[in-house]
Structures are given as C-alpha cells and as structure tokens.
C-alpha cells in the first residue's frame, strides 16, 4: 500500500507546488501579447542612464564613445537574443528565471550560487540608484517650478518617491504592472527627446572643447574605465528578460520566443532611437562642459526641463517596479517554499514594503548616483548583461570550436571580462572623491 500513499503524496506536492506558482509573481498569468515585451523591455532598458550618456561620450571622446555605444548595442542584442532561445530550448519546459537556466547550465548548486547574487546586485542595485534618481529629478521640479522657494533636502524627496511604491509594489504580477510600464516607456522617449531636442535648439555652445576632462594622464584612464560602465548600465535589460518572456503564453505551433524576439527587436529600435541622438548630440552641443545628467545642464526653457524631470520621474517609477518583481518573486519564493509561510497578502504586505523600506534607506544614506553607476555597472551588469548568456550557451549547445557561434560567444566574454574589471576601478575613483565631500544623510 505505501506505493499508492507516496503517489498521493506525490500527487498532492505538485498541486500544492502548482498553486503555489500561480501565486508566485513570475509565473502567476501567462497571457501576455508580444507588445508588452516591447514596453517592459524598453522600460527596463532605458533607464535614466540615458541622461549621463553625452557626460559617459565626454570622458571617452568620440571615436572611442561612438564605438563603445555601437558595440554595446550589438553585443547585447546578441546575448539578448541568446537568452531568448534559450527560454524554451527543453521541450515542455520554460525556464522562468535567470537561476533556473543557469541551474541548467551549471548544474543545480552551482547555478544558483553564480547567478542569484549577480542578479540580486544588479536588481537591487537599480532599484537604489532609482530611488535616488527619483528623488533627485523630484527635487529638480520642485526647484524648477519654485526657484524663490526654501530649499528641501534631498532625503525628502527620496521618502516622497518612496512613498508611490509601497502602493505600487503590491500589485501582484508583471501583467497588472504593464499599464505603469507603457506610461513609464512612453517617457523615456519623451524625455529623451526633450534632451537632445533642447541641445540642438540651443545649439554647439561658443567655447565648446571635446578634449579630455581630466588635467592628468591617470584621470583621463580612470574617467575612461568610469564611462566603460555608464554605458553598460545603459543596456540592463537581461537581468529580468527570461521573466519577461515567462508572461507570455507558448505552444509548439507558437512557442513563446517568437512573440518575445519581436517585441526585443521593436525595443531595441526605441533603445536606439533614445540612446544614440541623446549621447551625440549632447556631447556635440556642450562637449566636455556636460554634466554627468544632461537634463541639469539644460537650465531653460523652464517649464520643458520641468516636464522632463517629471517624465523621470515617471519613467523611473516603472523601472523600479520591473526590476523589483523579480527580487519580489525570489523573496517569497523563500518565504513559502524553504520556510513554509503561508501564501497570501499579509505575506506579500509585510515581505514587499520591508524591500522599498530597505532601497529607501540606502538611497538616504549614499546619493552619489554617478560613481554607485559605475561600480556595480561592472560588477554585476557586465556578467548578467554580456558575457553570462554566452557562457550558458558553450555550455549548454556545445558549438564547434572555431565555429562562428564559438568566436562569437569567447568575443563577448573577452569583452564583458574585460569591461567587469575595468569599469569598477573608475567608479569606486569616482565614489572616493565624492565621499570627500560628503556628509550622511544630507
């Protein structure tokens, strides 16, 4: 008789496991279409990074600049792609999380402990830079609108800011977010016209200088290590696109990569359109004169800077949200299945708030946006984003050596090796001169 009782045992696990997936925010509604994929993806690619975009072009100049964006463009649609494929590339199964096609490729222990803490840094780490972006392009309204009014400090607006998602982040799954995701991507290309719009119509400034920032040879390197990681935490979508495309329904006849790889490729074109006008134009209009956010060195007209900080804030409103849903999904997968609590939404309440409590406090505690971008830019952003995907497929596909596929993949991983090494050492420069001026809790 024991057969039958561990089969209903058995049995009773995978609904239990089932119900609990359907409560799980990744993988509770399937029902996507392939225009939300576009929209999430644009909202978690065009961060505010595109602003420091012609500063990143001014510390590599413009062979170098134009160059790093073009190829960063390339490399990481490929590895995009890649991880498209990847997704359903076991019949009958889909790999809704990063980990999971990393524990597929590395094995169980291993996968987890090599993509979890990358992913949790660049998700984390994104959503603290946005707390503080947030609350910086909030302050910059409120200074814009009311120039004779008394100065606040910037811990408010960060709680302000902070406030909207202890609301937001209790709505449950990537399909009841994708209404702030479209009105967040539909900013980004706002404001991103807004930016270099603005810099064509004030035009190339009179004593405007495209040589190095830096006064000595090592300041140039390092700034040129510093902008290596701006600009490769312009291209951050990957950390949440397997879960993403886990929105989307699938079939054999229409497997989910299909609908997923259209709404990257319309993606990539608005990333294109946002990214490339904004750094080039900025940097021609201001050259070297730029500031590490191009909406600052736009001073008027006033009402349309206003709006642009506005559209910031929006926008950023969303990309938090993306990059959370993940983070929000890992903590209550722990919570439910290793320590057993119930599913439901004091759970949900208590678990989600803590985690806006804890980017909120960070965010107070250290503001300085630029160098924090920079540091874990490299760290985190250039494994996850260019050369983590390519791993997984010599691994797991196996291409001929010297094959095109082959070359391809070791490229990027040279690339991305190289840009994790360098990019930190620039920022944590950058973060160090900051601190000297710097005291907690402004």
Same mark, same amino acid.
């Given at each position: 008789m024991g057969g039958e009782d561990d089969r209903g045992h058995e049995h009773e696990k995978c609904e239990k496991d089932k119900s609990i997936d359907d409560w799980l925010p990744i993988t509770s509604s399937r029902n996507a279409k392939w225009w939300y994929s576009a929209f999430h993806n644009v909202t978690a690619m065009v961060g505010a990074g595109v602003l420091s975009l012609p500063y990143a072009m001014a510390e590599l100049g413009w062979g170098p600049g134009i160059a790093v964006l073009v190829i960063s463009w390339v490399v990481t649609l490929y590895t995009l792609w890649q991880m498209v494929e990847m997704h359903e590339m076991v019949p009958g199964k889909r790999f809704d999380r990063y980990h999971e096609l990393g524990q597929h490729a590395f094995g169980d222990k291993l996968g987890l402990?090599?993509?979890?803490?990358?992913? +949790? =840094?660049?998700?984390?780490? =994104?959503?603290? =830079?946005?707390?503080?972006?947030?609350? #910086? %392009?909030? !302050? !910059? +309204?409120?200074?814009?609108?009311?120039?004779?009014? #008394? %100065?606040?400090? +910037? %811990?408010?607006?960060? =709680?302000i800011f902070a406030s909207v998602h202890f609301v937001l982040s209790q709505l449950p799954n990537f399909n009841s977010i994708s209404g702030v995701s479209l009105a967040a991507a539909v900013m980004s290309l706002s404001y991103s016209t807004i930016a270099w719009t603005t810099s064509v119509s004030k035009g190339k400034q009179p004593h405007v200088d495209y040589g190095s920032m830096a006064s000595t040879t090592s300041g140039a390197v390092f700034d040129f290590f510093s902008a290596l990681g701006d600009v490769a935490f312009a291209y951050a979508g990957h950390n949440v696109v397997l879960e993403i495309q886990a929105t989307i329904p699938t079939s054999p006849e229409k497997p989910s990569k299909k609908a997923m790889w259209k709404g990257v490729v319309v993606a990539y074109i608005i990333v294109a359109l946002c990214y490339f006008p904004v750094a080039l134009i900025g940097y021609w209009a201001f050259g070297n004169a730029v500031d590490d956010n191009i909406l600052i060195t736009l001073e008027k007209p006033r009402w349309l800077i206003a709006t642009a900080n506005m559209f910031v804030v929006i926008h950023v409103i969303g990309s938090y949200q993306i990059y959370a849903m993940p983070v929000f999904d890992m903590i209550e997968t722990v919570l439910v299945k290793k320590l057993h609590f119930p599913p439901g939404l004091a759970l949900r309440l208590i678990a989600r708030s803590v985690y806006v409590a804890f980017t909120m406090i960070v965010a107070i505690t250290i503001p300085f946006f630029g160098g924090l971008l920079g540091f874990f830019g490299g760290f985190a952003f250039a494994p996850t984003t260019y050369f983590l995907p390519c791993i997984m497929w010599l691994a797991i596909y196996k291409p001929k050596r010297f094959s095109l596929s082959w070359f391809t993949n070791w490229i990027c991983i040279i690339l991305g090796v190289l840009l994790m090494i360098l990019s930190p050492i620039g920022g944590l420069r950058s973060i160090i001169l900051s601190a000297k001026s710097y005291k907690f809790f402004s």
């Amino acid at each position: 008789m024991g057969g039958e009782d561990d089969r209903g045992h058995e049995h009773e696990k995978c609904e239990k496991d089932k119900s609990i997936d359907d409560w799980l925010p990744i993988t509770s509604s399937r029902n996507a279409k392939w225009w939300y994929s576009a929209f999430h993806n644009v909202t978690a690619m065009v961060g505010a990074g595109v602003l420091s975009l012609p500063y990143a072009m001014a510390e590599l100049g413009w062979g170098p600049g134009i160059a790093v964006l073009v190829i960063s463009w390339v490399v990481t649609l490929y590895t995009l792609w890649q991880m498209v494929e990847m997704h359903e590339m076991v019949p009958g199964k889909r790999f809704d999380r990063y980990h999971e096609l990393g524990q597929h490729a590395f094995g169980d222990k291993l996968g987890l402990w090599i993509v979890v803490p990358q992913q +949790l =840094v660049v998700e984390v780490g =994104v959503d603290i =830079v946005y707390m503080v972006t947030g609350g #910086k %392009s909030l !302050k !910059k +309204l409120h200074d814009v609108v009311c120039p004779d009014c #008394k %100065s606040i400090k +910037l %811990s408010y607006f960060i =709680v302000i800011f902070a406030s909207v998602h202890f609301v937001l982040s209790q709505l449950p799954n990537f399909n009841s977010i994708s209404g702030v995701s479209l009105a967040a991507a539909v900013m980004s290309l706002s404001y991103s016209t807004i930016a270099w719009t603005t810099s064509v119509s004030k035009g190339k400034q009179p004593h405007v200088d495209y040589g190095s920032m830096a006064s000595t040879t090592s300041g140039a390197v390092f700034d040129f290590f510093s902008a290596l990681g701006d600009v490769a935490f312009a291209y951050a979508g990957h950390n949440v696109v397997l879960e993403i495309q886990a929105t989307i329904p699938t079939s054999p006849e229409k497997p989910s990569k299909k609908a997923m790889w259209k709404g990257v490729v319309v993606a990539y074109i608005i990333v294109a359109l946002c990214y490339f006008p904004v750094a080039l134009i900025g940097y021609w209009a201001f050259g070297n004169a730029v500031d590490d956010n191009i909406l600052i060195t736009l001073e008027k007209p006033r009402w349309l800077i206003a709006t642009a900080n506005m559209f910031v804030v929006i926008h950023v409103i969303g990309s938090y949200q993306i990059y959370a849903m993940p983070v929000f999904d890992m903590i209550e997968t722990v919570l439910v299945k290793k320590l057993h609590f119930p599913p439901g939404l004091a759970l949900r309440l208590i678990a989600r708030s803590v985690y806006v409590a804890f980017t909120m406090i960070v965010a107070i505690t250290i503001p300085f946006f630029g160098g924090l971008l920079g540091f874990f830019g490299g760290f985190a952003f250039a494994p996850t984003t260019y050369f983590l995907p390519c791993i997984m497929w010599l691994a797991i596909y196996k291409p001929k050596r010297f094959s095109l596929s082959w070359f391809t993949n070791w490229i990027c991983i040279i690339l991305g090796v190289l840009l994790m090494i360098l990019s930190p050492i620039g920022g944590l420069r950058s973060i160090i001169l900051s601190a000297k001026s710097y005291k907690f809790f402004s």
